[in-house]
Nanobody
Framework: QVQLVESGGGLVQAGGSLRLSCAAS????????MSWYRQAPGKQRELVAT???????NYADSVKGRFTISRDNDKNTVYLQMNSLNPEDTAVYYC?????????WGQGTQVTVSS
């Protein structure tokens, strides 16, 4: 059974930093593309960043240069380092993977950036 558990969210002032973690189980982590999404109140869920099994990364334009996605295959964990946060980054952040054609999501972690 695939499980994704996010952690690391919280309340931070504008300009601050947070690092999110997503621990995976029940999946062959090292071969999976892992993604971070976010959903702000009243908005659709949007893709924030992706990292492939080979380490290739891709970012939404809104976070390029501020966020960094990384992975530790020994720990089955993907990270999202978020710097220079602004109030527009306030959202619930989710990690996601796909296995055998099914998408699996974590429960989400709340990030709130105060101005």
């Amino acid at each position: 059974q695939v499980q994704l558990v996010e952690s690391g969210g919280g309340l931070v002032q504008a300009g601050g930093s947070l690092r999110l973690s997503c621990a995976a189980s029940g999946v062959i982590f090292s071969i999976r593309t892992m993604s971070w999404y976010r959903q702000a109140p009243g908005k659709q869920r949007e893709l924030v960043a992706t990292i492939t099994s080979s380490g290739t990364t891709n970012y939404a334009d809104s976070v390029k240069g501020r966020f960094t996605i990384s992975r530790d295959n020994d720990k089955n964990t993907v990270y999202l380092q978020m710097n220079s946060l602004n109030p527009e980054d306030t959202a619930v952040y989710y990690c996601k993977t796909n296995q055998r054609g099914f998408d699996y999501w974590g429960q989400g972690t709340q990030v709130t950036v105060s101005s």
